[in-house]
């Protein structure tokens, strides 16, 4: 009988964590779908429970033994699995238990006290909690190291590898020559009517409309399933279990068609990591920003692009009737219009990256303590003004906007506008790589950008970090020209600039 | 600060494996109505990992030491915790591992093995299988132990204290007078006419009506819900989340009303035990025998009684157009026809205790080596010709025809037919303390015998043992009597005897 080699038992101990956590999202999706409402107080128990054993698992002492005798061994697979364990394991032994609790109690007292904040739009109702939570994760950032800034610490958690200064240098290319495009397309004579997004579109139309779209660029539903929550989601178990959520607005249907396209290119994601590394690093998605990246691409790249609706709109039509006056550039124009306005997740794709900006630039400031507790409203509404040419009336549509801050989740941000950049990125690789792009969406033809997706990007779990990725699947590192040329191009067509 | 006491320690690792089964019984059901085909593998092996945890708690040295200390001690919630702890850890210990894994692995080979012997109506297939099941069976009741015979041991496993004795006296009892009175009833001049059963029904229809049926009850969607499954159940996470499943077939409506009934008979207990004691034995189902005495009191005594339909007839009718020139007497006697006939799970409730019978008297004799494996088709058409008056024309109707037996559940039939009696015992009681129940049934009001049950049997969760239970709520040990006085007074006026 052979003895398992020191990975073999690591590899195993990973496992039964992935499993475990892939138990923690069939529990949270359910919530979200079909969890009777009196189910609350048990699942809250189980999800607790289930977290506890995971932890239990990161932070054994035979994992630290394991990964001492297995630097640098074995092959990429192994490498990457190694080294991704290595980095889960460190992060959660070097926080407290302790720690962690006093995080999460104050964060659930965070997330009430931004709810009363919010609605009765009073920022300092919050401040003293955000001012607790702020020093929370300095000590999170003080007990995980950092080389650059405190900040890194928490980036590193949704984006493995990324620091602020590089996010920062990204930004700061990024703002004013978009700020400026977004003012030249407000100001051209050309614009799009927005009254066709919210004509009455009914709830099985656009039902039927999603999930044929979602089809049709790949999402397997023998793999995966499509349903209805509050707030849509993806949650990926395994790339043989994808669960996507949307919903249904009957007086604003772009938030099906376009929420389903974005959960189905997370979906995709999911669906095409590889199967032999289920439950492992190599078996699990790069970070946050590649995920959005797959997300944007298909919502945004694709999906709200011209020829894609050449191929779908005269279907389309038969499901909307209420569209039956609209032509085809109308409809393009008016699902890409561009408007300075004021809540991050209303946002087109081309002010979006402006509202990640600011937040990044203010969370950066306040975890660096540059930046006081209680200057925040005025600082969001300054920053609001130069990037975006307008004021918040209040802070409800200001700063207190967002659950992330209540939820201490400082560094989550970025990850949205990287998820751009990146898919921007890629785009133009792919747009080299396949020459006819356009004419395949034409024809209702996914298949040949998906293959490349798999193979350039999905089919790799994390065997890259992110920035690592985009090298190898572009040949250079990130950089925001792709991004502007993607918008320009695009937008000065339907603007008619 | 307190230390803990031993029960307090206890009674955490209780609970913890109670969380554990829950999210067991969640995946479950996730598997049987939502989940994705290619999900399959992946949710193998979360069970897997989750049915281990359970075990290692389950047999856990622990345990072992505090029950030792906590013998007899404390209030009877703690009594009976302990009590069901100390079973469940006795038969987890005293079986080892390496016979589990091999039950598990010959029972997943008899399971095909049956499949396959079933189409072919081929019993020799599958002898050797089954032969291979009893002998493995025998040794967990040898290791397990027992007091009268080995059968105990295995019929414990689901109706604990239960013994073979017992049962036996009980069905040898009800065998003769209730197979007489099949006859009778075969040879009425009255007869129901069963193509009223089988007319169309939209299934939006049926949905409908079962739904309301459900919730007329008591049933509480805010706990629960009921959706679509191959093969309906009752899955009780806690009460707070109870997940019922039926079907819906357009040409056989009874599927779907009484199997609601039935299921939501099973939700009542489930949604009516004690969430003070959530995720212990003091907040869990006596048996399955008591659990089957909710679901058969609720299909059958009250959702097949005339009031019932005094009450929803009307209504029904407006959905089920298909039945307009029913009158109610017609509809009734057609959704209690009774007839001698092969299937045990299409069986109506006068003849399905003659299947319950004929399964438990083999079994026995299998376990007991009086009977051997060769001989059970012949031993079954024997059995089935004395007590239905009629001879299977082929192993597939015959003894081929359940699954249990090739999973290795040996003991789980009797507490099919044990329900049934449950169910008539109880019922006469709740007449004495309910004397205008059919008046309250005729204006559907059911609150007053569902708070009887509630307070009588659902709150006291595994306080009692069978047996026991219904010696305190009966005042009297369980006995035929009340089964056929039921069935004698309802099928006598149905058949006009």
Chains 1, 2 share one sequence.
Request: proline share 5%.
């Amino acid at each position: 009988m052979l003895m398992p080699t020191a990975y073999d038992t690591l590899l195993g101990l990973i496992r039964e964590m992935g499993q475990l956590e892939s138990v923690e999202s069939v529990l949270d999706w359910d919530q979200e779908t079909f969890m009777p409402p009196n189910g609350l107080p048990a699942r809250a128990e189980q999800l607790s429970l289930i977290a506890g054993l995971v932890h239990e698992r990161r932070t054994h002492s035979k994992v630290g033994e394991l990964l001492a005798q297995l630097d640098g061994q074995g092959d990429f697979a192994q490498a990457a699995n190694v080294r991704e364990m290595r980095r889960t394991y460190e992060r959660a032994t070097k926080v407290p238990t302790d720690l962690v609790r006093r995080i999460s109690k104050v964060s659930a007292l965070a997330k009430a006290a931004w709810v009363d904040a919010r609605s009765s739009s009073n920022f300092t109702a919050f401040a003293p909690h955000l001012a607790e939570l702020l020093e929370l994760k300095r000590e999170v950032a003080d007990r995980v190291g950092y080389q650059g800034e405190r900040y890194d610490a928490l980036l590193d958690e949704y984006e493995p590898g990324a620091t602020a200064t590089e996010v920062a240098t990204t930004f700061a290319a990024l703002r004013q020559p978009l700020s400026e495009f977004v003012r030249e397309l407000a100001a051209a004579k050309r614009q799009p009517d927005p009254s066709i997004l919210t004509r009455h579109v009914p709830r099985a139309a656009q039902e039927r409309l999603s999930h044929r779209l979602a089809e049709a660029i790949g999402f397997d539903f023998q793999s995966g399933r499509i349903d209805v929550s509050v707030h849509p989601f993806c949650s990926g178990t395994t790339p043989g279990d994808v669960r996507l959520t949307t919903r249904y607005l009957e007086n604003f249907f772009p938030s099906a068609i376009f929420g389903t396209l974005h959960e189905a290119g997370h979906g995709l994601y999911e669906q095409g990591l590889d199967p032999a590394h289920v439950f492992t690093p190599m078996g699990h998605a790069v970070s946050l920003g590649i995920h959005e990246s797959q997300s944007r691409m298909w919502e945004n790249f694709v999906g709200r692009s011209r020829p894609f609706w050449e191929h779908f709109y005269p279907d389309a039509l038969k499901l909307f009737t209420s569209l039956a006056d609209v032509s085809l550039d109308a409809f393009v124009a008016a699902i890409n219009i561009v408007r300075p306005s004021l809540i991050r997740v209303e946002a087109d794709e081309v002010t979006y990256n402006l509202h990640i900006i600011l937040r990044f630039e203010m969370e950066r400031e306040l975890i660096g303590g540059k930046l006081p507790v209680k200057d925040v409203p005025a600082a969001w509404n300054a920053k609001f003004k130069e990037l975006l040419g307008i004021t918040p009336p209040n802070d409800r549509a200001g700063c207190l906007q967002d659950i992330h801050w209540s939820m201490g989740a400082f560094g989550y941000f970025p990850t949205y506008a990287l998820g751009n950049l990146y898919a921007a990125k890629f785009f133009a690789s792919i747009r080299k790589a396949i020459p006819d792009l356009d004419d395949r969406l034409r024809r209702g033809e996914f298949r040949t950008l998906l293959d490349w997706l798999r193979t350039n990007i999905h089919r790799h779990g994390q065997r890259y970090r992110a920035g690592e990725l985009v090298q190898v699947v572009t040949g250079a590192p990130l950089s925001i020209d792709p991004f502007m040329t993607y918008v320009r191009t695009k937008f000065s067509a339907i603007y008619g600039l």
